[in-house]
């Protein structure tokens, strides 16, 4: 399998920062823009040097609009555009991006300063869209005060949920992303039992131990997105991190899969658009301003893209 870029199958660090990038004028300005994308591991390699134990890492992603301008003969079999989600009063919005890059590492700085260097060196061909730096909030929890990433996959099973393989052998190695930045009403969830919030989520707050099936809601989150089929639970590689200030802060989801029909399936039962009657209650305290799709590419294959 192709090598797969360094920071999808790692476990989350202490600190992220996502950048999503619209490109001005994408034929003009393709080539010069995928020159620099295919640049950043050799960039990361440098300023990781400065810190070793800070595990620097970076993955550039591509939106579906701008993959065709880029390697309009080559594309990922089920790469395309997030379809926006209306339901009872929730919306999970579709706003795109053309390039996501998703920095992490144990240093603040360091993030910043391969935002900051991948930017520059991009000019005028790229406007930011969105700027979301994500912290590790406790002991890993969600700003809701829930351990957030229970289910992730452990050990091998991550890249084996996250990277494409023989199914798509041009693309193997790489990865489908799929992002939403939620913005919390953190005052309306505060106010609410804690037994009310652990029913929202399923999970006990103190130590995240799910809750038996006598007393877990069928709309609690965990409910509506722990989905079995075939007797195998549906996964995705997740690299969520809390975001905010004191006027406004939520979450940034981002997940890493082989497929999007995974992530997508999950989305339309917490939104409630399954059929069945039933929405995650967890959307009740929580609201998505963006939502977009992207891929990752393999190291192969980013090099590849930058020599046009």
């Given amino acids: 399998m192709s090598e797969s870029q360094a920071g999808i199958v790692p476990e989350p660090s202490q600190h992220a920062r996502f950048v999503i990038l619209r490109v001005n004028d994408a034929v003009r300005n393709a080539a010069p823009v995928a ?73 603040v700085d360091l993030n910043f300063e391969i935002a900051a260097r991948i930017v520059n060196q991009l000019g005028d061909t790229v406007k930011v869209d969105q700027d979301v730096v994500g912290f590790r909030y406790l002991d890993g929890r969600d700003l809701t005060g829930f351990i957030d990433g229970t289910e992730n996959p452990k050990g091998k099973e991550r890249a084996k949920v996250a990277l494409i393989g023989k199914e798509d052998p041009d693309f193997a190695g790489g990865s489908y992303v799929f992002t939403q930045r939620y913005v919390h009403d953190l005052k309306k969830w505060g106010s609410i039992p804690l037994g009310e919030q652990e029913g929202a989520i399923g999970r006990r707050k103190r130590d995240s131990k799910e809750l038996s099936d006598k007393v877990k809601p069928p709309s609690a989150h965990i409910s509506r997105v722990v989905i079995e089929e075939n007797g195998e639970e549906l996964e995705i590689v997740r690299h969520s991190f809390p975001y905010g200030t004191v006027n406004e802060a939520g979450l940034f989801f981002i997940a890493y899969s082989k497929t999007l029909d995974i992530p997508e399936r999950m989305l339309r039962r917490m939104m409630g658009v399954e059929g069945d009657g039933l929405h995650d209650h967890l959307m009740d305290f929580t609201q998505a301003v963006t939502g977009a799709h992207f891929f990752a590419p393999s190291l192969r294959v980013l090099k590849a893209l930058g020599k046009g």
């Fill in 35 to 107: 020159r620099v994308l295919a640049g950043v591991p050799g960039l990361v390699a440098k300023i990781a040097a400065l810190d070793r134990r800070s595990r620097l890492a970076c993955t550039v992603s591509v939106g579906p609009e701008f993959w065709d301008v880029i390697s309009p003969q080559r594309r990922p079999k089920g790469l395309r555009q997030f379809t926006p989600i209306e339901a009872g009063g929730r919306r999970a919005p579709s706003t795109g991006g053309d390039v996501l890059l998703h920095i992490l590492s144990q240093r």
